[in-house]
């Protein structure tokens, strides 16, 4: 896959783990949104806590990257759907443990009215791998 950070003082400079586009080439992988479950028991992680939902959320997209032959540095997008953005610095803390600055995916994050299983964060993203 070819990958460029895309850069200009003509728009905002990004004020987290995101840049302002990434320009890629090669075959795309469109992870649907993620929440979080347990795989393995189909049970939440973390009830009430947007931490360990984030951390669970983020190990599930991994999952599903690597069954697509990808990883975490292929992602070129993410969303993130919050409940409530005051859980943006505690979910943003996780993010960006995975995603660093330099390299990291264009996102987008939202407050929404409710996710599924009434969870605090959901996360997608489109990853682009050779091909």
Do not use: H, M, R, S
């Given at each position: 896959m070819s990958r460029e950070v895309i850069r200009t003082n003509l728009a905002p400079a990004p004020v987290g783990p995101y840049n302002q586009a990434i320009a890629a080439s090669g075959r795309m992988v469109?992870?649907?949104?993620?929440?979080?479950?347990d795989p393995q028991t189909?049970?939440?992680?973390g009830a009430g806590d947007v931490t360990q939902q984030t951390e669970q959320a983020i190990a599930n997209l991994k999952a599903i990257l690597v069954a697509a032959g990808a990883t975490l540095d292929d992602v070129v997008k993410t969303t993130v759907f919050l409940k409530d953005l005051n859980d943006f610095v505690p979910m943003?803390?996780?993010y960006a443990s995975y995603f660093s600055e330099s390299n990291a995916p264009a996102r987008?994050?939202?407050e929404v009215a409710r996710l599924p299983?009434?969870?605090l964060?959901?996360?997608d993203c489109?990853?682009?791998v050779e091909g």
């Open positions: 469109f992870v649907a949104g993620q929440i979080a479950l189909g049970n939440i992680v943003n803390t996780v987008a994050c939202v299983k009434d969870l964060v959901e996360i489109i990853a682009v």
